[in-house]
């Protein structure tokens, strides 16, 4: 059974900075590609970055671009978001996705699972 899990999460003032990590069980992890997609109430579903398969990749929104990071250790399965100078608007659950090949994209279609989420709150 495949399980991601998602941890780092909390409540940050803007301008701080939060290291999201995902922990994944139950499949062959050097081989999906990764990505993280984050969820603000009302809103639909966003992506926010990718990594390949062997981590010489990433791919990010360009509304987080120069401000996150994602990176990967094949070694310990997971996955991890370093989120600098937070906005107010990065508000959101953000979800660890992992792809069906290693080849990473932002289209949630592309990924076959997902972890319950982790909330991200920015206060002013």
């Known amino acids: 059974q495949v399980q991601l899990v998602e941890s780092g999460g909390g409540l940050v003032q803007a301008g701080g900075s939060l290291r999201l990590s995902c922990v994944a069980s139950g499949l062959t992890f050097s081989y999906h590609a990764m990505a993280w997609f984050r969820q603000a109430p009302g809103k639909e579903r966003e992506f926010v970055a990718a990594?390949?398969?062997?981590?010489?990749?990433?791919y990010s929104a360009d509304s987080v671009k120069g401000r996150f990071t994602i990176s990967r250790d094949n070694a310990k399965s997971s996955v991890y978001l370093q989120m600098n100078s937070l906005k107010l608007e990065d508000t959101a659950v953000y979800y660890c996705?992992?792809?069906?090949?290693?080849?990473?994209?932002?289209?949630?279609?592309?990924?076959?699972?997902w972890g319950p989420g982790t909330q991200v709150t920015v206060s002013s």
């Open positions: 990594i390949t398969s062997s981590g010489s990749s990433t």
């Open positions: 996705a992992a792809g069906s090949s290693p080849w990473s994209t932002r289209w949630p279609g592309d990924y076959a699972y």
